[in-house]
């Protein structure tokens, strides 16, 4: 193993749902506002996923009081606190430049569904129960060693 892929593999999240092309995501952002930090919903449809390993980013596109906006978030960056997908896209193409040119409904893509759909719902409702069932571990024994 080189050093790069040590410090690549430490600094990646441990896990990040399956994130395809043409999927409308909830991509919460952490923002800062002056001396102050939030969570921002950002949601829209995946256009492009690029990079592999802990340079994976997704290109997400909504429309805004009738204007295109594309963001570009970097999947293992801390300030992306949760990738939700809440709609599977059924599209033949990797990359979905072609929404830029399109107006109106014809935005739109098509819904994926079937059993596949169900199975990945299920995987991602488990490894998100599993996080919380972690998180909630990890406050509890920190409060622990606060009382000692």
């Given at each position: 193993m080189s050093l790069i892929e040590d410090i690549e593999r430490e600094?990646?999240?441990?896990?990040?749902?399956?994130?395809?092309?043409g999927d409308t995501v909830e991509v919460h952002y952490l923002i800062r506002e002056g001396d102050k930090e939030r969570v921002q919903l950002f949601i829209g449809t995946v256009i492009s996923i690029?990079?592999?390993?802990?340079?994976?980013?997704?290109?997400v596109r909504r429309i805004v009081q009738g204007e295109g906006v594309e963001r570009v978030f970097p999947l293992?960056?801390?300030?992306v606190k949760d990738v939700v997908i809440t709609r599977?896209?059924?599209?033949?193409?990797?990359?979905?430049y072609y929404l830029r040119d399109r107006v109106g409904k014809k935005t739109?893509?098509?819904?994926?569904l079937g059993?596949?759909?169900?199975?990945?719902?299920?995987?991602?409702?488990?490894?998100?129960?599993?996080?919380?069932?972690?998180?909630?571990?990890a406050a509890q024994a920190a409060s622990e060693s606060e009382e000692e």
């Open positions: 600094l990646a999240k441990p896990s990040l749902p399956m994130v395809h092309p690029k990079g592999s390993g802990i340079n994976r980013s997704i290109t293992h960056t801390p300030r599977r896209g059924d599209v033949r193409r990797a990359k979905l739109r893509v098509k819904e994926l059993e596949k759909v169900r199975r990945d719902r299920e995987s991602e409702k488990a490894r998100r129960a599993a996080e919380a069932q972690a998180a909630q571990a």
